[in-house]
């Protein structure tokens, strides 16, 4: 079992919808990363949290460490949202900055 | 300033031989990290510098594979004897510290495709 779970896998969503993307964990975490991986293969961090929620732009991130779950929301969706979106952890265990990825989710919004 | 620049940007290269693979973190980043993201999987860690300090290399997938960090600068990944399988894109990030608050920047990434 991967130790980190995206839902869904494949999304797709008409411009202007509200859009949530989860990601589960299954080990004790020191931080969560949000990625956003364009067509053309470029990462970019959008969020890294420890706890509670952050916002930018239309993009909201929150996590719950007890359950150890966080969602990923996009407001008023757009086009160019279109990416894969991943969900990274940092576990505690080790002392490591050994970042353990999900398989990503594939958001597609239609104009 | 400049982001994260890997070379080559794509590599051809016939099986049993070896690649290098290059990348310039950004200026002043202390940790640099390298990934590696197969056909339809996720990403994964290879290994990660942070200063002067050893290497983490538990994620390197065989002995075949090295990576150096000169003058905690520019790095270079090492497969000797490629194999099939190692056809990937590889990416490198940098972070400003390696500590767990602080976002990685990425390259944009070696395809390499081993014939």
């Known amino acids: 079992k991967n130790e980190v779970e995206q839902s869904p896998q494949n999304l797709t969503a008409q411009e202007g919808e509200f859009i949530t993307i989860n990601c589960s964990y299954s080990v004790g975490i020191s931080a969560l990363h949000w990625l956003q991986q364009h067509p053309g293969g470029g990462i970019v961090s959008l969020f890294m949290l420890s706890s509670g929620k952050k916002k930018h732009g239309r993009l909201i991130a929150t996590i719950n460490i007890q359950e150890k779950h966080s969602s990923l929301h996009i407001t008023a969706s757009h086009p160019r949202d279109s990416a894969v979106y991943i969900c990274a952890v940092l576990p505690t265990q080790g002392g490591s900055e050994k970042l353990v990825f999900g398989k990503g989710t594939k958001l597609t919004v239609n104009p | 300033g400049a982001g994260v620049s890997q070379s080559p940007s794509n590599k051809v290269t016939e099986k049993g031989k070896d690649v290098e693979l290059r990348c310039d973190p950004i200026s002043g980043h202390t940790a640099l990290y390298w990934y590696r993201q197969s056909l339809g999987q996720g990403l994964e860690f290879l290994i990660y510098?942070?200063?002067?300090?050893?290497?983490?290399k538990s994620g390197l997938p065989s002995d075949r594979f090295s990576a150096e960090r000169t003058g905690g600068s520019v790095s270079t990944l090492t497969i000797q004897r490629t194999q099939q399988e190692d056809s990937a894109v590889y990416l490198c990030?940098?972070?400003?510290?390696?500590?767990?608050?602080?976002?990685?920047?990425f390259g944009d990434g070696t395809r390499l495709s081993i014939l």
């Open positions: 990030a940098s972070s400003l510290a390696s500590y767990s608050n602080q976002p990685q920047h």
């Open positions: 510098f942070q200063g002067n300090s050893a290497p983490d």
